[in-house]
């Protein structure tokens, strides 16, 4: 009973902030709204029994990304809604009509895939997310994740080289002017 | 537990949003936003699939999309950055150089 | 060196084309160059004879009975393409031992006086490339064991006779006259590719001859015809074959209705028309006849229509020869008109009587056409015998070797000609299908009307009054002027042709005088040498059971009645120009054109005006209004410009879609995964 009604509150925050998020035309406001999405976001895993994944989200989601985005708005001076949209674009009319066609198909398909509610109770779960479940799986030579964890970790390199090529200034424009 | 189905519905919900968000968002930050919470939403149906059928796969996967989005986050603003530095503008449809 | 032998007298000619070919590009000097091929070509045709008659008095203590079949080179040559195989073999049997000597014998005689003739032209090297390219085509086209090897041949020597027809061909009127041929042929050879795909198809092998006996011709030479597989063969199969295969011999060996080509093949030189023109390729057709005569003598109808086809081509020809003022078109319808003997002789199931025709029309036509050859030479190019006369003191010794031919070509009693034409006569008379005596007529007048004509050629050559002054010649032929260009020209002399070209004449002469009586019934060793010879390849009439109807009257009267033939033919024409010294004309222009049957007879009796009507014209018509205005501009062009212009609006439409702007693509983006969605959708909604 407890963990129906902490669902409906969680996806009820879920939806209205990300919602705000949406419609907001203030950068600064749709980040914070986004934090507050990912917040419960992680709440939602912890009853899943994902608590370490749970405690990554806050930390790298709503904690790193988050700061970085409100980090850039400030960069920029993007804090004013200086940008009026449009209303009634055909691009909004068009996408807002697909988005329902595509909503309602994805949840007519959940629906009649009918899936039975927990085959697996919490008792066999043998202590599913924990750190040292999570552990094993990435390390284990048994398990197939070592080499993609290895290769994420490249991946990162890579995109900290690229996001300092991209944020330097380029010596020929400054130069230039 | 919930049937599943809640929880794949609910993300369907947020993976909407923020697909449409996408669309209609001007302002590239926004933009950005959007695709973090088209991406949670996935993962979320990763880590209920994952509950539901007791693997850790799911919450490997997260933990995988958690990093591409970390470094797909430090890359894209980034760029925005670097467009904002020589546009003086970062409007989504001024940057239409793709039109021959 | 049984075997080494017959592939010398195949390679040394193409080793010859080869040198030919390349001569120009190893041999600076012009003049060297002319020397060295002027040399070598006939050199290797010659060399080429001396093999083949090493061959014939080698192989088998020169009985020759048994069948030499196969002599494996390259093996397999052309394999199982979808089940076919045919090998490089070639078959060494008298036949085509007997064509390969023809060939090299009296191809090296005319190669070397062609090397006199053509010595003044500049492309000497090109004419010698070409000669010996010939021959050896020729000699595939005979020694080739499978009818794939024979077309080979049988394309190739139409491409020589092609391209040394057109030799000279910066005048339009020789290309033209190459193309004729060229296209005439066409058509039989349609009909020979058609006539091979037949024989695959219902034999299931190629090959004449093999050893273990599983060639067509083994297979054919029994009284029931049996295929590879053991299965009897329809007679009407055969007949379809034998009659396909007869088509190609029509279009090669010019006989009715395909003959148009080879009076305008004249516009070649002259040794090409005696070698290729009258000798070689246009025998082609007769060889081929008797190589399958295995197949023929299993079917009356295509016996049958081969002599009837024979039997009106003479007439015919000897008819059209009537008229012809060119000398050297005179000597083309003979040549229709003996081809048709051979072929009547093939037809009534006298193959190797065909054979011998062959031979000795080798001899006779060989030298005739080298005379005329002399003669043109000596009047500067002068084809025409409206300006001849009177040559007989100048040139005594073209007379003498051109009279030997004339009487042997017309069957006076004991020269060559005789022999044969009244072996084939005798077989007609006695043909197995009936009507014996009306071929046998048609014969005896072709005879009649051959002396006739080619003691007309004669009167008006070498009798008549010169009808130009004093060796000073009136005017220059027109054709051929530039070409046949000789230092001579500037005095305008009448001049012996020089001895290199008279030499091969003398020979030839002796043969056409006595091969007719050495190989003939009444020969040396018993008598019938050649029929004797020929006997293991031809196929016997009674090998299907047919037999030749009673003599019409004893031989003697046979010989007797055709000799009167001949000496009529040819006292009727001198004793008429003897009164039109002057003239060399029998009647003047006007009453000439006012005659029906005299424009009918210098119009080809119409054969080429209504192929000009029907393919010229008609098929022109179709082509311009129906194929071009019709089906390519309108239907086509139409097709392509409007799907062009379809395309291009339709493009014009799409380039609307790409405006550059990155939510737009986004939305499509959105669109495909909407599309992926319901497409899920729908398969859970299935189960």
């Known amino acids: 009973m407890f963990a129906q009604i902490l669902f409906w509150v969680l996806a009820a925050i879920c939806i209205i902030s990300s919602l705000v998020m949406v419609g907001s035309s203030n950068p600064v406001r749709s980040a914070l709204a986004l934090v507050l999405t990912m917040l419960s976001l992680a709440v939602m895993y912890i009853t899943l029994s994902a608590q370490f994944i749970a405690a990554v989200q806050v930390v790298v989601y709503a904690g790193a990304v988050m700061v970085l985005f409100l980090f850039v708005i400030m960069l920029l001076n993007l804090g004013a ?77 890579i995109a900290v080289v690229g996001a300092i090529v991209l944020a330097r200034k380029q010596p020929a424009e400054t130069e230039g002017s | 537990m919930l049937p599943v189905s809640y929880y794949l519905i609910l993300s369907a919900l947020l993976f909407t949003i923020g697909a449409v968000g996408v669309l209609i968002k001007k302002n590239p930050i926004q933009t950005f936003m959007c695709i973090e919470l088209m991406l949670n939403a996935v993962n979320l149906t990763f880590i209920a699939l994952g509950r539901y059928f007791g693997q850790m796969n799911g919450q490997m996967y997260v ?21 904002f530095r020589t546009r003086e503008s970062i409007v989504v449809d001024d940057a239409n150089l793709m039109k021959s | 060196m049984q075997n080494i032998l017959p592939q010398l007298v195949l390679w040394l000619p193409l080793l010859g084309f080869l040198f030919c070919a390349a001569s120009g590009l190893v041999i600076k000097d ?62 060494l049997d008298p036949l085509s031992l007997l064509m390969a000597l023809i060939i090299t014998g009296v191809g090296g005689l005319i190669h070397v006086y062609a090397a006199g003739y053509m010595a003044e032209d500049k492309e000497v090297s090109r004419f010698f490339t070409y000669f010996n390219l010939f021959v050896f085509m020729m000699l595939l086209l005979v020694l080739g064991d499978n009818f794939l090897l024979m077309f080979v041949g049988w394309e190739g020597v139409g491409t020589c006779s092609y391209l040394l027809i057109s030799f000279w061909f910066t005048d339009e009127a020789n290309a033209k006259a190459g193309n004729k041929a060229f296209i005439v042929n066409r058509v039989g050879d349609l009909g020979f590719a058609l006539g091979m795909m037949a024989v695959w198809s219902v034999f299931g092998t190629l090959s004449f001859f093999t050893r273990d006996g599983r060639g067509v011709m083994d297979l054919a030479a029994h009284a029931r015809v049996l295929d590879l597989a053991g299965n009897p063969v329809p007679a009407g199969m055969i007949t379809l074959i034998c009659l396909l295969l007869l088509v190609g011999a029509l279009g090669k060996s010019a006989q009715i209705p395909l003959f148009v080509w080879l009076p305008d093949a004249m516009a070649g030189p002259t040794p090409v028309s005696a070698l290729i023109h009258a000798a070689t390729m246009v025998t082609a057709g007769v060889v081929m006849l008797t190589r399958c005569s295995w197949l023929y003598v299993h079917s009356v109808t295509a016996l049958q229509t081969v002599a009837w086809v024979g039997a009106i081509t003479a007439l015919l020809g000897a008819l059209m020869a009537l008229t012809q003022t060119d000398i050297k078109k005179v000597l083309a319808y003979s040549t229709i008109s003996q081809l048709g003997y051979m072929f009547l002789a093939c037809g009534v199931g006298d193959f190797s009587d065909g054979m011998f025709h062959v031979v000795t029309h080798a001899f006779f036509k060989g030298l005739l056409f080298l005379g005329a050859g002399a003669v043109i030479h000596s009047m500067l190019g002068q084809q025409d015998m409206r300006r001849m006369g009177g040559l007989k003191k100048l040139l005594p010794a073209t007379w003498g070797v051109m009279i030997v031919a004339t009487y042997s070509i017309a069957g006076f009693p004991l020269l060559s000609g005789f022999w044969s034409k009244d072996a084939i006569l005798e077989s007609a008379s006695r043909a197995c299908f009936g009507g014996g005596p009306v071929l046998y007529l048609i014969g005896l007048v072709t005879a009649f009307i051959t002396a006739f004509y080619m003691n007309r050629l004669m009167w008006k050559t070498f009798y008549t009054d010169a009808r130009f002054v004093n060796g000073q010649l009136p005017e220059l032929h027109h054709s051929n002027e530039e070409h046949e260009h000789h230092e001579e020209a500037a005095h305008g002399k009448v001049t012996n042709a020089p001895a290199s070209m008279m030499q091969p004449l003398y020979i030839l002469a002796l043969l056409a005088l006595g091969f007719g009586w050495f190989a003939g019934p009444y020969g040396p060793a018993g008598g019938n040498l050649l029929k004797n010879f020929l006997a293991p390849s031809v196929a016997p009439l009674s090998l299907a059971g047919l037999q030749p109807q009673p003599e019409l ?34 009647t003047t222009d006007a009453v000439k054109d006012s005659s029906v049957f005299n424009r ?88």
């Not at chain 1, 629906?111 to 919490?122: G, K, R, Y």
């Not at chain 1, 030579?141 to 290769?151: M, R, S, Y």
């Not at chain 3, 002599?71 to 089940?83: A, M, N, V």
Request: charged share 10%; no cysteine; net charge positive.
């Open chain 1, 81 to 157: 809604p200086a940008l009026p949209e449009q209303p009634r674009s055909m691009q909004t009319v068009l996408a807002i009509a697909l988005a329902g066609v595509f909503l309602v198909g994805l949840v007519a398909a959940g629906v009649f895939q009918n899936l039975p509610a927990a085959p697996i109770s919490a008792k066999h779960l043998h202590g599913l997310g924990t750190v040292q479940q999570i552990g094993y799986s990435l390390y284990s030579p048994h398990q197939p994740w070592l080499f993609p964890f290895e290769a994420t970790s490249i991946l990162l390199l």
């Open chain 2, 63 to 83: 933990i995988f999309s958690l990093a591409v989005a970390a470094a797909e986050v430090s890359v894209g603003l980034g760029i925005i950055v670097a467009i």
């Open chain 3, 30 to 91: 012009p003049k060297v160059q002319k020397k060295a091929v002027s040399l070598i070509a006939p050199g290797v045709v010659l060399l080429a004879f001396v093999f083949a008659l090493a061959v014939l008095f080698q192989t088998h203590a020169r009985t020759l009975v048994p069948l030499i079949p196969g002599t494996p080179l390259l093996e397999p040559w052309f394999t199982r393409y979808g089940g076919l195989r045919v090998d490089f073999n070639l078959v």
């Open chain 3, 553 to 586: 009257f004893p031989k003697l009267a046979g010989y007797l009645i055709s000799s009167l033939a001949a000496l009529g033919g040819l006292g009727l024409a001198a004793w008429l120009y003897r009164q039109h010294m002057a003239t060399g004309e029998l």
């Open chain 3, 600 to 687: 009918l007879l210098r119009s080809n009796f119409g054969f080429d005006a209504v192929y000009n009507m029907v393919f010229f014209r008609a098929g022109g018509m179709l082509a311009d209004r129906v194929l071009w205005h019709g089906l390519e501009e309108d239907v086509l062009n139409g097709t392509a410009t409007g799907a062009a212009a379809l395309i291009g609006r339709l493009s014009l439409a799409a380039r609307k879609m790409q405006t550059g702007n990155a939510r737009n693509y986004a939305l499509v983006m959105l669109a495909g995964m909407v599309t992926l969605v319901l497409g899920l959708l729908v398969r859970v909604m299935q189960h």
